[in-house]
């Protein structure tokens, strides 16, 4: 397994289509739901497996100069559990130390919590539902 920053199209296909299906799929919402308006001002970095399969998705994203904040953390299904994310989030925290960030913020799904918690990130509160299912709580961790 190795950790790589999407750079062809190939790349950035293989990216958003574990986003889609991790993220998005099991809920019923189409093709197109998985980006936002801040992608190509993001960095990105994924996961691939020796037959370059993508199996983990994350993304940073700058907020102030002091903050940022991790999106579209996503680890394909066979392979959760086995510290796949917490090797991207190290590297998303790395590389926003190198950028001058002080401070992570993220809003975690309700089954994400217990892994953030684990990697040093504080609940902070209740924030929203999202499809009127999935609850979120906003955490952050200084870096
Ligand atoms: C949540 C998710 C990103 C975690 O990634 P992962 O590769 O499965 O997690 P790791 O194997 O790197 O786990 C790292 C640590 O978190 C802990 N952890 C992970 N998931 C956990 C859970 N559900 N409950 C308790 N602890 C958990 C692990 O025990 C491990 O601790 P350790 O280092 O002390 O052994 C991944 O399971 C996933 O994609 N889930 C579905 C999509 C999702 O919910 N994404 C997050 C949206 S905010």
Redesign the pocket.
Known sequence: MRLQIPITSLDFEKYYQLRWE??RKPWNQPKGTEKDDSENSSFHLMALNDEMECI?V?RLQKNTREEAQI???????D???????????AALEQKAKEDGVRKII????E??V??????GYKQIEKTFLLWDIIQ?YKMEKEI
């Open positions: 991790i993220l983990g994350s999106r579209f953390m996503g680890i394909r299904g392979q959760q559990g086995k510290g796949v994310g917490k090797l991207l989030m993220l809003q975690a799904r089954n994400a217990p892994f953030y918690l684990s990697l979120h």
